[in-house]
């Protein structure tokens, strides 16, 4: 018996030191430095702007009066009136003095008496109005008078709450029509909450004011109705090799009325029009068509103008109308490309820019897709190439696919996903087709279990950049999205630049986009990482849940090797049960949900189960889908479910979730439906990594849990300097080994760039700007062979100098 123990054990230990031993060695990456690769594009990384999140209006566009031309609603949304002493009057919305056919409210002030008092008008801009001390800025507003008003009107500067005043002056006397009046106001302070103030200094009458503008003179590049320096500068250390404007949804509208017309956003300011954005806000348009170029050539960067196609989220233009459609995308050519004596050039000129803006990209439409789209696509594809054959155009992949009917340069691709998604989709592109369009990753960010933006996030990102990086042969753009958000104004969550009236810093997310832009290689050297990963080992509690959907389970049942871990008893109600969403009662021996929650969950048991077999009846009792089977669970935001009858209940599939963010299917999906008012017997059985999944008796999925690749990298060459960048994604640092192939002489000082932080929830704020930033140090001891330890959560720039063969 002794002998036999002892024999039955030399196995175990030899599996076990294999073990050991395999996990010890240290991962590798290797670079053929002798062997360069195609040429990166030098287009490669670049920023989406859209106006969203007050990203221009209230944000990158200066201007620091919320509602200047009154146009935003019936009420003076913006403005408060100011009454002190025995002063009387008010103010309201009036439409009988419009300013022009685009400007058809204006701010009416009705003075009954000044008296001993004060009467105004207060702005305090966007949830907060930013001054520096010493520094001029400019109020110009419109303004006419009547009912015996005579002289001019005061303005000031003033603390928020009025007790210091920081700057004033008089405008010129107002008259009966429309005057422009501009005052230099030079605050002697800083000050964060601020507000303007407009006062009558006629005893009595009646005033109107329309345009009121307060612009710094600090602009970005010192331009007139220009952009703020300070997010502005964020911008341009990100040294975008082009900028897509302006949206995303907004372009689209959510009907066709409220879509972006560029025409409606050039010329003088009062003449353009005021329309209600898509993210729930006014936009002036100061930030216009021409605005936008400006601002790409100020960063250096190549347009990318996104037009609308004809097609809203709710509705479209019957193809019969496209017309003016489509001689909007030939007329934005020539408005940023014409010579100044041409129509639309001649506009370009008389705004101050007569050379060309050489706009090279047109995007037709946002996230449009299927026949609809593909219709109008040809519409734009015929008209632009046959007089610009030179400008580049980009279709949408969206639902329906690619269009076919005509040829595709470049493809737009959007992805907002969890960090798993990332990690997986880093070799997405290492099987595209290298026959076909180039691709363009317009839009992406880890949306789930990224706080508000935090390392995880940052750290997928830059592992899904360094497969883009790896395939740039194929996709040859990408940007981030969104990119700006005023912290008081967030229609979406995460974005990359966080900001408020006086103050802005960048996600870890930006620091990463930062770190390839600063980092871009010239040629593309082929890397390869080999990684032990160790077999996952899934284990957890049991449950049921719903999504859009009500139903009730019974007969809950886990056993393993014959014995019953667990049985459901519901004659206590649902006690013992963890609820997550949605309105669960129990009775009569069932477990109910009866709400319509986007997956409401319940589970029960012990987070230490492995290698068991759940089964219970499951019954649909109304609703979108069918059944949530939860297993693994180690708690409310870490399970792995089985989607019986998933997405609107045409398939089932296995989906995990980690940090309450779904990390992807295991295994594949199936076609499959759940009826309403059957009892289905349910069976999941889990061993090890392995998950057998049986709905009536039939086996529907055998999948294993994958371990998830935590090592990514790519390399290139700039200036005689090889590029390294390293993304560990493990929670725990990764020694690698590292082999430089085919060089010649290898400085064995070079460089390394970090970004990490203790956690991966980690993120940055108003206080610490940058607490989760890249820090660089000097990195010695490299040679043709020589490892390197890359921190948990991190993204790394090695830099080596060597010369190849
Ligand atoms: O980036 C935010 C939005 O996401 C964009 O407007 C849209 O294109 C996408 O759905």
Not at 319 to 332: G, H, K, R, W
Not at 407 to 424: G, K, Q, T
Not at 579 to 606: H, M
Request: hydrophobic share 35%.
């Amino acid at each position: 018996m002794n002998a036999f123990r002892k024999l039955s054990l030399v196995p175990i230990v030899v599996m076990w030191l294999a073990r050991v031993l395999q996990a010890a060695q240290p991962a590798t990456i290797t670079v053929q430095a002798d062997r360069p690769a195609h040429q990166i594009p030098q287009s490669l990384w670049g920023i989406f702007f859209e106006e969203i999140n007050r990203a221009g209006d209230g944000g990158l566009y200066a201007e620091m009066i919320l509602n200047r031309s009154f146009e935003d609603s019936d009420k003076p949304e913006g403005w408060e009136l100011i009454k002190s002493g025995d002063a009387d009057g008010d103010i309201s919305i009036d439409t009988t003095h419009p300013l022009n056919e685009h400007n058809g409210r204006a701010l009416k002030l009705t003075i009954r008496r000044r008296g001993d008092g004060r009467l105004g008008v207060a702005n305090q801009g966007f949830k907060g109005m930013a001054v520096r001390g010493g520094e001029p800025y400019i109020l110009t507003l419109q303004a006419c008078a009547d009912d015996g008003y005579q002289g001019p009107l005061a303005v000031s500067l003033e603390t928020r709450d009025g007790s210091q005043v920081l700057a004033s002056g008089i405008t010129r006397a107002l008259a009966r029509r429309w005057e422009q009046s501009q005052v230099i106001l030079t605050p002697r302070q800083t000050s964060h909450d601020t507000r303007l103030v407009i006062s009558p200094t006629a005893a009595r009458g009646t005033v109107w004011l329309d345009m009121v503008s307060l612009f710094p003179t600090n602009t970005f590049k010192n331009r007139p109705n220009g952009l703020r320096a300070d997010l502005a500068q964020f911008l341009l250390e990100l040294q975008p090799a082009f900028v897509r404007f302006p949206g995303g949804c907004w372009v689209e509208g959510e009907r066709m009325e409220l879509a972006y017309r560029w025409k409606q956003t050039i010329g003088e300011l009062s003449q353009r029009r005021n329309h209600r954005n898509i993210w729930g806000y006014y936009s002036t348009h100061g930030l216009g068509f021409h605005e936008y170029l400006q601002l790409c050539e100020d960063l250096g960067a190549q347009p990318l103008f996104v037009i609308n196609c004809g097609m809203a989220h709710r509705d479209h233009v019957p193809m019969e109308q496209m017309l003016p459609y489509v001689q909007d995308a030939l007329d934005a050519i020539e408005y940023a490309n014409g010579p100044p004596d041409s129509q639309w050039g001649s506009l370009r000129a008389r705004a101050g820019h007569p050379q060309p803006f050489n706009l090279k990209y047109i995007q037709i439409g946002n996230e449009n897709g299927g026949p609809l789209y593909h219709e109008r696509y040809a519409l734009f594809y015929d008209a632009i190439k046959a007089k610009y054959p030179d400008v580049k155009i980009i279709a949408n992949f969206w639902a329906g696919g690619r269009p076919t009917n005509r040829p595709v340069e470049i493809l737009d691709e959007h992805y907002y996903s969890s960090a798993a998604f990332f990690l997986r989709n880093a070799s997405r592109y290492d099987s595209y087709d290298r026959g076909g369009p180039k691709i363009y990753v317009g839009e992406f960010a880890v949306t789930q279990g990224a706080g508000t933006g935090n390392l995880r996030a940052a750290v997928a990102e830059a592992a899904f950049m360094t497969g883009i990086e790896r395939n740039s042969d194929v996709v040859i753009m990408a940007s981030y999205a969104p990119l700006l958000a005023h912290v008081s104004y967030k229609a979406w969550n995460p974005d990359l630049i966080y900001f408020d009236a006086s103050r802005v810093y960048g996600t870890p997310s930006y620091y990463v986009q930062k770190l390839f832009a600063d980092n871009r290689g010239q040629v593309l050297l082929p890397t390869d990482v080999q990684q032990t990963l160790n077999p996952p080992q899934p284990k957890g509690a049991i449950g049921v849940g719903a999504w859009l959907t009500q139903a009730e389970y019974k007969d809950i049942k886990v056993q393993r090797e014959g014995q019953t871990l667990f049985e459901s008893d519901f004659t206590r109600g649902i006690e013992g049960w963890t609820i997550d969403r949605g309105q669960w009662e129990a009775s009569d021996g069932l477990l109910r949900q009866t709400g319509n929650p986007r997956g409401g969950i319940a589970f029960a048991g012990d987070p230490g189960w492995s290698d068991y077999t759940l089964s219970l009846k499951a019954r649909k009792l109304g609703g979108a889908e069918g059944f949530l089977i939860l297993f693994h669970v180690g708690d409310a935001r870490n399970y792995t479910w089985w989607n019986i009858g998933g997405w609107g209940n045409t398939r089932h599939g296995i989906e995990q979730f980690a940090d309450g963010a779904n990390n992807g299917r295991i295994g594949d999906s199936v076609n499959g439906s759940i009826e309403t008012g059957r009892w289905y017997d349910v069976q999941v059985q889990v061993q090890g990594a392995k998950v057998r999944c049986y709905l009536d008796g039939t086996l529907i999925h055998e999948a294993t849990y994958q371990a998830p690749r935590t090592l990514f990298a790519t390399a290139s060459r700039d200036d005689g300097q090889i590029i390294l960048k390293v993304v560990n994604a493990a929670n725990q640092p990764q020694p690698v080994a590292i082999s430089l192939q085919g060089l010649t002489s290898i400085d064995p000082v070079g460089s390394i760039t970090v970004l990490t932080s203790e956690n991966a929830t980690d993120e940055n704020s108003f206080d610490q700007p940058t607490r989760v930033a890249p820090v660089q140090r000097q990195l010695d001891g490299i040679a043709e062979r020589f490892t390197c330890d890359f921190p948990a959560n991190s993204v790394n720039v090695v830099r080596i100098k060597g010369a190849s063969k």
